[in-house]
């Protein structure tokens, strides 16, 4: 599913990072560049560091690594955003910061991709993260559902959902938010142009009562519009 990267000229994301070993800060910030697309602002260890850069400097996107023994770096991300309110948070996470997730989520956190992932996946989820999309696997999601920190009136503040309220075009663009894709590829998927895939996104947000992508989407998996996947993890 990953793509190469074309020819257009596209504005630079500016990158920070934040990770406890020095190896792994050196590793990201050379494969991050490796794209001619993306910069790495700075590299930084603790959590006094990054919001001293991040007031400094500010990036597009700020890169959390929660890796095994690095599960303090997420009490990071609240001071991130009072520092930087507008900023964008990629989490990079082991299977065993799992627990983590969700928590991330409800912090602000848009991004998360796992360690078993390759680096062109990390570089698509901080591009995507950086344009105002949602970066997550449907494993998470199903998580979510299945835990507690999201309940379903929290997704129906204002009364029971009427399948009704949308039209099938609505419903086919919730679905594919559901899975994960952006606005780029809902309007590939549906054969109508990005504009009128936002302008579908405005209409959604309005009769659902629901402000961003993460919350459409778990939504979409609350009411059945996407089945989350059946396997454990």
């Given at each position: 599913m990953d793509t190469f990267f074309t020819n257009i000229s596209r504005k630079t994301t500016k990158v920070t990072?934040?990770?406890t070993y020095n190896l792994t800060n050196n590793c990201l910030q050379v494969l991050l560049e490796s794209d001619r697309e993306l910069k790495v602002l700075d590299i930084v260890n603790t959590k006094s560091e990054l919001v001293e850069k991040v007031s400094q400097n500010p990036p597009d996107v700020v890169l959390v690594c929660l890796m095994d023994n690095e599960g303090k770096n997420i009490n990071a991300i609240p001071e991130l955003f009072k520092a930087a309110p507008h900023i964008k948070v990629v989490i990079l996470s082991s299977p065993n910061s799992l627990l983590d997730q969700p928590e991330a989520l409800k912090l602000g956190v848009t991004g998360i991709v796992g360690t078993n992932q390759n680096f062109r996946t990390l570089i698509r989820a901080i591009r995507q993260v950086s344009e105002g999309e949602v970066w997550l696997n449907q494993k998470l999601i199903a998580q979510?559902?299945?835990?507690?920190?999201?309940?379903a009136n929290e997704y129906k503040t204002k009364g029971l959902y009427d399948e009704n309220e949308l039209t099938n075009r609505e419903r086919e663009v919730v679905a594919l938010v559901g899975i994960g894709l952006n606005n780029k590829d809902i309007s590939k998927r549906l054969l109508i142009s990005e504009a009128t895939v936002r302008h579908h996104l405005s209409s959604i947000y309005s009769k659902l009562y629901v402000e961003d992508r993460l919350n459409l989407a778990i939504f979409?998996?609350?009411?059945g519009i996407v089945q989350p996947p059946v396997k454990s993890f």
């Open positions: 990072i934040l990770s979510l559902l299945g835990g507690s920190l999201y309940s979409a998996y609350q009411q």
